[in-house]
T-cell receptor
């Protein structure tokens, strides 16, 4: 089976530009998580979805960040406008019945640099 | 609230043993252990559930003290490939709509 697929793998953009990160979870998984990793803060949970419904977005830094999951096989994380402090690795992860004792599987990450 | 890991970093010679600890201030249902190598995604190692169930790699061992909300990962006879940053993730309940919160990580370096 294919793992969690993220795109783009690397993106360099100028401050103020819109950034869209994409994720395709593992087929059949019903939970999807967006994490951000930086040296200072480690792995932070931004938002997670259960059966395509956003459950907890308390980790989303501010209104510049938004996430959607229009169907079970696709999710996006958008930053508009982007700022240099948004530079980080953004990981998408998915799980099947996480609350039943299954773990989550990470994608390769999207490395974002905002200059 | 983020679980606390200790030590923050450790250096071992190949063949030596190490213990990495994870502690939470909240009651836990599950503890998940991952290893991340530089520039790569975290890779699942093991999950420990309240009640004693464990799932994971045969060569990895860990413990989960439910009363103390603590878990430890045991790395024995370390190999060079064990180098990386180890993260514990904690889940607080087995009800629906659960999430995984990660600790700050323990950087493990194995030297020949």
């Amino acid at each position: 089976d294919a793992g969690v697929i993220q795109s783009p793998r690397h993106e360099v953009t100028e401050m103020g530009q819109e950034v869209t990160l994409r994720c395709k979870p593992i087929s059949g998984h019903n939970s999807l998580f967006w994490y951000r990793q930086t040296m200072m803060r480690g792995l932070e949970l931004l938002i997670y979805f259960n059966n395509n419904v956003p459950i907890d977005d308390s980790g989303m830094p501010e209104d510049r960040f938004s996430a959607k999951m229009p169907n079970a096989s696709f999710s996006t994380l958008k930053i508009q406008p982007s700022e240099p402090r948004d530079s980080a690795v953004y990981f998408c992860a998915s799980s099947l019945a996480f609350h039943s004792g299954n773990t989550i599987y990470f994608g390769e990450g999207s490395w974002l640099t905002v200059v | 609230q983020q679980p606390v890991q200790s030590p923050q970093a450790v250096i071992l010679r190949e063949g030596e043993d190490a213990v990495i600890n994870c502690s939470s201030s909240k009651a836990l249902y599950s503890v998940h252990w991952y290893r991340q190598k530089h520039g790569e995604a975290p890779v699942f190692l093991m999950i420990l559930l309240k009640g004693g169930e464990q799932k994971g790699h045969e060569k990895i061992s860990a413990s989960f003290n439910e009363k103390k909300q603590q878990s430890s990962l045991y790395l024995t006879a370390s190999q060079l490939s064990y180098s990386g940053t180890y993260f514990c993730g904690t889940g607080e309940s087995n009800f629906g709509n659960e999430k995984l919160t990660f600790g700050t990580g323990t950087r493990l370096t194995i030297i020949p």
